[in-house]
């Protein structure tokens, strides 16, 4: 976090740079003149014209973002999300020489497990703002005192309220280990780790590093793809032979993301500073950052045509303004671009040999659903498994009961 | 041709495409005059940019680096003159004329020498007709430029659809063999009945599709970034893997550059285009500095000095010239298009996917050094049939007109001498 940011956006923290494991309180407030200029900027839009085909073949449509800029500068308040992120206990500390932001939530249960949980691109602590008080608070939402977690959620170096790295270094390898000492900094001995995205690298990397208390992981992404199917991905197909009906539909969903959605991952991946576009446009960050994946994207697009199913507009503002007004379109995609250069080569979704217990959640319309036969290849201590018939890319975001319950199922047997 | 009153257009013209059942085939007088409210706008934008923190590492490797550009977009913003710009294309004789239901913008200087032989230059993705201001008058006055009367050509050099000041197709299918249609049909609206094409970049296989497709009077091609790679090594570098065996040296180092091109992610923007131009249109459509970066990101870029290398071309000017027309003409995503409409087609150096083998027309090639690649005469002569000149030369790279102007003059000089039909 930058000087100026410390200054003007929050409130009581002390100055960056201290060198001390204090954890600072942590307020989001950010200036009046801040929110007008993010409006009149939305309402200057330079537009492109119509894309030139019917659906979304193309990128991001005409219409939805119309639709979204439309709403985001006259109807959508940031005043309500920064009230809900207030509601919670936010924290700063400083791990290796960078601010980390978290959100630290503890259950009144005693007992409660503690646990972890890590968001990723274009995602944000937002992400999780729904899943804290059934989690932390099982007894008013249909669980038991034993169904408690402590929780602890923090924002990515380069996201959000933490600081932007200034020097290569912070991938998954180093954030995972920024997170066991942040775990161990709040006095926690026994914990599970949660992800899906970015967050299921970390949560694996964590698993692979097998820091002291880390009992077991949780993924919404699960990075089960064969070496076999691995090859054949890369070089567009044709499958291996003997693929089980579950494992022809990961394939097919893999294959059209290889060949049709890789590219926001490939640029960010080689020449995240050239995105100098979404730091200066609120409508062209808005669009890079909905266009992730075609199912979320379809998803998202429905909410701004007044059919909200998962998402709501609300909920994809409160996000994308969150990018905005912490300036960290580019910070945050430097994580990809340090993840390729600066960690050995291998695909996002490619087994990484987790020893320790994992429970995977495959939701329907997920990037790919991993099939259960490739999650216990990959996992060999898979505890459980479930397929879901819903959810895209967001999990704990769209269907915020449904996660709830898998993580309340999925670490049932971790508790004392 | 004579350049009759002045056509004076304003941004309506840019946006309303002319469509008609029977299409007018008229050929229209053209001239920029870009109104003061939108000059006045891009500066109030380029002063509002909202920056983001510095990239994480001393070179270029991450993108546009922040200093530079910074540097580069403040001067756009106080001393760069687009108007001076203006002056200069509208001292050439331009003009529009409807093709296939798109306004086709294109330059149109004779030759003061009788008998030049007609050439049709198209640009690329991020350039425009600006790239190919410097060769005008080598080319038909040559001269006054170390050639004789004998090598005057007359020169078209038309803005692709969706470029500059051509219109922007509303509908899908103008990939480059649509181009390649609508181009005979303005060397045959303009009159010419024998004549040569050159490009480089996009230009490369609209041109080359002109041949496939045996356009009236096409003599021959000049290329500058031909398709060259044998199937066994666009395998190879789709795969990742190794220098397919039986290379000679030069072939091995021409793969393993490519292989390298590739590692460094030199062609992930081509890939982000191809797939979702819309996407990326929306923050280079509304943010200048956002366009500019974009623009450099192109490899072709990768050793430019943001015009600090004296006497090295393009100057900071030339590449503003470019910018700030993307800019004018709201073409940022329309341009971009063109990659999608490419889509399954792929490489546009892969001698397969362009079909090489069906130019039966004499093929000249000169290879301009810091080009994305360097094709090997011995690839050359493997994709095309009819390989007439190949010639590689000491300087220059990917926008060779922009760059080295005199010796891409002097080349196609060389490269259609055998063309020229005798008089």
């Known amino acids: ?50 894309e030139t085909v019917a659906d979304a073949s193309q990128g991001v449509q005409l219409a939805t973002t119309r639709a979204l800029a439309d709403y985001w500068a006259t109807g959508y308040d940031w005043r309500k999300c920064e009230a809900k992120l207030n509601a919670v206990p936010n924290f700063m500390t400083e791990i290796d020489g960078l601010d980390i932001h978290f959100i630290h939530v503890r259950s009144r249960h005693e007992n409660a497990l503690p646990m972890i949980v890590t968001h990723g691109w274009p995602g944000s602590i937002i992400e999780q703002l729904k899943i804290i008080d059934p989690l932390t608070n099982p007894t008013a939402h249909g669980g038991s005192a034993s169904d408690a977690f402590h929780l602890v959620i923090p924002s990515l170096p380069g996201y959000g309220f933490s600081g932007k790295p200034t020097a290569p270094g912070w991938n998954p390898v180093s954030i995972a280990k920024a997170w066991a000492t942040l775990m161990q900094r709040l006095g926690y001995t026994k914990y ?49 032979a003997g693929l089980s009906p579950d494992e022809k539909h990961a394939w097919d969903q ?163 | 041709m004579k350049l009759a009153a002045a056509f004076v257009c304003g941004l309506l013209l840019f946006s309303n495409p002319i469509h008609s059942q029977t299409e007018d085939r008229s050929i229209r007088p053209f001239k920029v005059h870009v109104p003061q409210a939108a000059l006045d706008d891009l500066r109030r934008r380029i002063a509002a940019t909202r920056w983001p923190d510095r990239e994480t590492v001393a070179d270029r490797s991450q993108g546009a680096q922040l200093a530079k550009l910074q540097e580069l977009v403040r001067y756009w913003g106080s001393g760069y003159d687009w108007r001076k710009t203006e002056a200069k294309l509208n001292a050439l004789p331009q003009f529009i004329t409807t093709i296939d239901g798109v306004d086709i913008h294109f330059i149109h200087v004779r030759s003061r020498h009788p008998n030049a032989l007609a ?60 181009v390649a249609r609508a181009w005979a049909e303005l060397m045959k609206r303009l009159g010419y009945a024998r004549y040569v094409a050159q490009g480089g970049d996009w230009g490369t296989p609209i041109s080359s599709a002109m041949a496939r497709q045996k356009a009236a009077g096409l003599l021959g091609l000049h290329i500058n970034l031909p398709a060259t790679l044998p199937p066994e090594v666009t395998a190879a570098l789709a795969a990742g893997g190794p220098a397919p065996a039986g290379l000679s040296d030069k072939e091995r180092a021409v793969f ?168």
């Open chain 2, 256 to 423: 393993e550059a490519l292989k390298t091109y590739g590692m460094k992610g030199s062609s992930a923007y081509f890939t982000m285009l191809t797939a979702r131009p819309q996407t990326v249109g929306y923050g280079a459509t509304d943010s200048p500095a956002g366009l500019a970066a974009w623009v450099l990101v192109h490899p072709g870029f990768s050793q430019w000095n943001y015009g600090a290398d004296a006497g090295k071309l393009p100057t900071q000017d030339d590449v503003l010239d470019n910018i700030t027309l993307y800019w004018l003409t709201n073409t940022a995503t329309s341009a971009a298009r063109l990659y999608w409409e490419n889509g399954a087609r792929g490489s546009v150096i892969a001698a397969i996917a362009q079909k090489t083998s069906e130019i039966s027309l004499p093929v000249a090639i000169t290879v301009f050094p810091e080009d994305v690649y360097r094709a090997p005469e011995t690839w050359a002569r493997r994709a095309y049939p009819n390989l007439s000149y190949f010639h590689e030369v000491d300087k220059g790279g990917h926008f060779a007109a922009w760059e080295q102007p005199e010796l891409f003059a002097a080349e196609l000089r060389a490269a259609f001498k055998s063309l020229r039909p005798v008089h």
């Open chain 1, 192 to 240: 599970v780790a949660q992800g899906g995205d970015w967050g299921n690298a970390i949560s694996e990397l964590m698993a692979l590093q097998e820091p002291p208390g880390l009992l077991g992981i949780h993924t919404n992404m699960a990075a089960t793809v064969p070496p076999d199917v691995s090859k054949a991905l890369a070089v567009g197909g044709p499958p291996p």
């Open chain 2, 119 to 178: 050439v049709i230059i198209t640009h690329g993705w991020p350039g425009s007709v600006i790239e190919q201001l410097k060769i005008i008058g080598p080319l038909t006055d040559p001269t006054a430029h170390g050639g004789s009367a004998g090598e005057a050509f007359d020169v078209v050099i038309p803005s692709v659809p969706g470029y500059g000041f051509s219109g922007r197709p509303a509908g899908t299918g103008w990939d480059p063999d649509r």
């Open chain 1, 254 to 416: 893999l294959d059209d993301f290889y060949k049709n959605g890789l590219g926001y991952a490939l640029e960010m991946n080689n020449r995240p500073q050239t995105l100098y576009g979404i730091v200066d446009s609120p409508v062209g960050l808005a669009a890079w950052m909905i266009d992730h994946d075609i199912r979320s994207y379809q998803m998202i697009a429905r909410a701004f045509e007044g059919k909200p199913e998962g998402l709501t507009q609300n909920d994809v503002l409160d996000n994308v303004t969150l990018y905005w007004l912490t300036n960290t379109a580019i910070s945050s995609a430097r994580l990809y671009w340090d993840t390729r250069h600066n960690l050995p080569a291998g695909g996002f979704f490619d087994v990484r040999g987790v020893k320790i217990p994992v429970a995977v959640s495959a939701f329907a319309e997920e990037i790919y659903q991993a099939p259960k036969r490739w999650a216990e290849k990959a996992y060999p201590k898979l505890i459980r498994y479930n397929k879901l018939d819903k959810g895209t890319h967001f999990a704990a975001w769209e269907q915020p009961e449904l996660f709830v319950s898998e993580m309340r199922a999925s670490f049932r047997s971790f508790r004392a």
């Open chain 1, 1 to 50: 976090m930058t000087e100026a940011m410390t200054e003007t956006r929050t409130e009581g923290a002390p100055q960056a740079g201290s060198g001390t494991a204090d954890i600072r309180p942590f307020r989001v407030n950010f200036p009046e003149a801040d929110l007008a200029e993010l409006r009149r900027r939305i309402k200057a839009t330079k537009w492109p014209e119509r």
